[in-house]
């Protein structure tokens, strides 16, 4: 069963091509218009009075053209790769794990990523389900939400649950906010099978069998030497007259 969910990260290369698409064929028209103005216009395209603004409108068309899908490129790499990084899902033996990248900001230099996680344990998670849409995930029962800096939510699986590497979120009740119900963003290709994955790890998790409680029995064997010693001493005081 797949426990891992990335985000799907495809959609922003589809928006950089629509982008491009938009950005060039505009362009594109009004640089062959300026073209074919020259070409009809032999005789005068001949004066440099006339020839430098119609092919400097050109190359400023072709430069911004360029500049702009470049734009688009490097904007839609670094969505792609802040989201495969921090925006997951994930399932553990006793919770689950949304992650959602938050933003980022720069100061003095340093940038910082900020982050969003739900935990949600399997022994209160209820139910999951697509809307209307079939779009968004929306699940139910007792979710925990923290928000903040990346380097402080991160974590690790101990027992089956996650564990924060910062005391704060482990400890501190302020440290999170508690929801009934959290709707998942248009961040994964297929949540119906995040939704079917959750359901077995939900009946996997009511399956483990409770923990027995340890109760110490003292041994037989101390047991019946504790006997005999206290025979053996109490036979001393028998007197028989």
């Not at 005391?167 to 961040?187: F, G, H, Q």
């Not at 099978?193 to 037989?220: C, M, N, S, T």
Request: aromatic share 16%; net charge positive.
């Amino acid at each position: 069963m797949n426990r891992y969910f990335h985000a799907y990260t495809k959609k922003y290369d589809k928006y950089r091509r629509t982008a491009a698409i938009l950005t060039a064929v505009p362009l594109a028209q009004f640089s062959m218009l300026i073209i074919w103005a020259l070409m009809f216009n032999l005789k005068r395209a001949a004066q440099p009075e006339f020839l430098i603004p119609y092919a400097s409108a050109v190359g400023v068309s072709i430069l911004a053209g360029m500049l702009l899908c470049w734009f688009y490129s490097a904007v839609a790499e670094h969505f792609t790769r802040v989201n495969r990084r921090y925006t997951y899902f994930e399932i553990t033996q006793k919770a689950a794990v949304f992650s959602k990248y938050g933003g980022s900001y720069t100061r003095f230099g340093k940038r910082t990523i900020l982050r969003r996680v739900c935990v949600i344990p399997l022994k209160s998670y209820e139910n999951a389900y697509l809307d209307e849409k079939k779009k968004h995930l929306i699940l139910t029962g007792e979710i925990r939400v923290y928000e903040g800096e990346n380097k402080r939510l991160g974590y690790h699986i101990k027992d089956g649950f996650p564990v924060f590497d910062s005391w704060w979120y482990n400890e501190a009740e302020k440290s999170y906010k508690t929801v009934d119900m959290i709707r998942l963003p248009m961040d994964f290709e297929h949540p119906g099978k995040i939704a079917g994955a959750l359901h077995r790890a939900k009946r996997e998790f009511d399956a483990i069998p409770p923990k027995k409680e340890y109760v110490f029995k003292e041994a037989d064997i101390v047991r019946k030497r504790r006997e005999l010693k206290k025979l053996a001493e109490s036979r001393r005081y028998i007197r028989t007259w």
